[in-house]
């Protein structure tokens, strides 16, 4: 089947709702991290893998502004390349797309196939990488939100003690904010067909930091009335491997780029609702964590059954 | 017999007084008939399944909505809690109003709750910024029966008893205070004398 609209509303809302948090909240931190030797049976054995410590990366290159935030930063780093030593000690550097090397943003780690010369690397390197890594994860979701809260998620730690092991790829951990679109309902708008397309989509915000809570919740409730560009469901930025699609994205992606050119066709946020879950439940059912539920309306202005 | 030439003037002059003869006619007709419209808005409201089965608060007869336990207790109301309530005074505050007489034109107004406002007043118990009203329409979590079966063998007395990882089920949503108001809308539009 080919993708319809609820995969481009995912597809669009998504991409805003990450560039929203980064953007305007500064949802990200830098940090210059090891990148630990990992095994992974999904990959083929061709693959050397090596994690750092954190999920998710950020990979809008379109953030670095120039422009010095209050993190003291002009922006998220992409990381773009690994350095390191070989056993001998030699030092290295591997740019993006040398060497076999991806980069799994979504996973927050790298593998490649060999060095800039063909060689493998081995298991025993020391890598490290420049890299921005998201206060909140991301996450498209089709878990209802009971499940979501009761589920016991691992927590990957953005500050304090940080684990000295790659973090396990594919696993949803936290923070993190789980995205669905529950219900969906074109209502007559205008002779000739034209639709307004009402989705309903929820947001379930989970983490160990109260006051991360309250900082994506008060965004979240200020972007009602705003309107965010529709981005093709084929046009997602990241590759099964978790890496950027180049061919779509030849010099790096930018949601900001993607702002600027698709200003015809956009999606409208009616309305927004935010709430905690309250201490009571929270106590019962996961007590380490703080939750926070958002409702978005999303407004479409369609002819569905043109298309 | 000749014609007989009314001024327009005169004519206008007329209209103009009409509205105020008009008023203590209708108004009485009017205002019985929007109590009755009223009454049946109520009367509506009162004997839907939903608003039973909150009143009723236990799971005496197996629930429309929630296939374990009361609906009630799905929602997570605390047992002196009468959740219906705030719902049945605010559209009992509904009133017709005279507004003003322009020419030959009466002018009458009916105010009831909106349904934003009725959402804002009837928040989740668990979620405040969410509102238990429009859940039942929409569908809603089982987040509530944690509240339910806390403490002394459930305060609302139609929770779940159960521990941890049993889910409360799957939520039937179904038209509520929408579909009400609309009836009732409905015919205050068709409204005649």
Not at chain 1, 67 to 94: H, K
Not at chain 2, 154 to 159: A, E, K, L, P, V
Request: net charge neutral.
């Amino acid at each position: 089947m080919k993708p319809q609209f609820q995969h481009t509303l995912v597809t669009s809302f998504y991409l805003w709702f990450d560039n929203y948090l980064q953007k305007k909240g500064e949802a990200y931190k830098n940090t210059t991290g090891i990148f630990y030797n990992m095994t992974d049976d999904r990959l083929d054995s061709s693959y050397n893998v090596y994690s750092s410590p954190y999920k998710q990366f950020v990979f809008d290159s379109g953030l670095h502004t120039g422009v010095v935030n209050s993190q003291g930063t002009e922006g998220p780093i992409v990381l773009d390349r690994i350095s390191g030593q070989r056993e001998n000690g030699n030092s290295f550097e591997i740019p993006q797309g040398t060497s076999g090397l991806k980069i799994d943003y979504e996973n927050g780690r790298v593998f490649f196939t060999g060095d800039n010369n063909s060689n493998l690397p081995g298991d025993s390197l020391s890598l490290s990488g420049q890299f921005a890594v998201k206060d909140f994860n991301l996450y498209v979701t089709n878990q209802t939100e009971e499940d979501l809260v009761v589920e016991k998620f691992a927590t990957n730690n953005r500050f304090g003690n940080i684990q000295t092991s790659g973090v396990a790829p594919y696993d949803q951990v936290l923070p993190a904010v789980f995205i669905g679109a529950e219900t969906i309902k074109n209502e007559p708008l205008a002779f000739g067909g034209l639709d307004t397309t009402k989705t309903n989509v929820k947001a379930v915000v989970m983490t160990t930091d109260l006051y991360c809570l309250d900082c994506v919740l008060s965004m979240a409730a200020d972007a009602q009335k705003r309107s965010f560009a529709k981005v093709n469901f084929s046009d997602f930025p990241v590759t099964e491997f978790g890496d950027i699609k180049t061919a779509t994205y030849p010099t790096g992606y930018s949601y900001n780029q993607i702002e600027k050119s698709n200003t015809s066709e956009m999606f409208h946020i009616e309305e927004v609702n935010v709430s905690k879950l309250s201490d009571r439940v929270t106590k019962k059912v996961n007590p380490d964590i703080f939750i926070g539920f958002i409702d978005f309306e999303i407004h479409k202005y369609r002819s569905p059954r043109a298309e | 017999m000749s014609n007989v030439v009314v001024p327009r003037l005169a004519v206008e002059a007329v209209l103009k007084q009409t509205g105020r003869f008009v008023k203590p006619v209708v108004e009485p007709k009017l205002i019985k008939e929007f109590r009755k419209i009223k009454e049946e808005m109520l009367s509506e409201f009162d004997s839907h399944s939903a608003t039973r089965e909150l009143v009723g608060k236990t799971s005496s007869v197996p629930s429309a909505f929630v296939s374990h336990g009361s609906l009630f207790g799905f929602i997570g109301f605390d047992k002196s809690d009468n959740p219906t309530e705030i719902v049945r005074e605010m559209l009992k505050t509904s009133e017709l109003k005279f507004i003003k007489i322009k020419n030959e034109v009466v002018d009458f107004k009916v105010f009831y709750p909106s349904k934003k406002e009725l959402f804002s007043a009837t928040p989740l118990p668990w979620a405040t910024g969410r509102s238990w009203l429009e859940g039942i329409e929409s569908g809603m979590s089982g987040l509530g029966r944690y509240l339910s079966e806390e403490s002394e063998a459930s305060r609302s007395g139609g929770g779940i008893q159960s521990e941890g990882t049993i889910r409360s089920g799957r939520f039937r949503n179904a038209k509520y205070i929408s579909e009400i108001l609309n009836n009732f809308i409905k015919k205050i539009n068709n409204l005649s004398l």
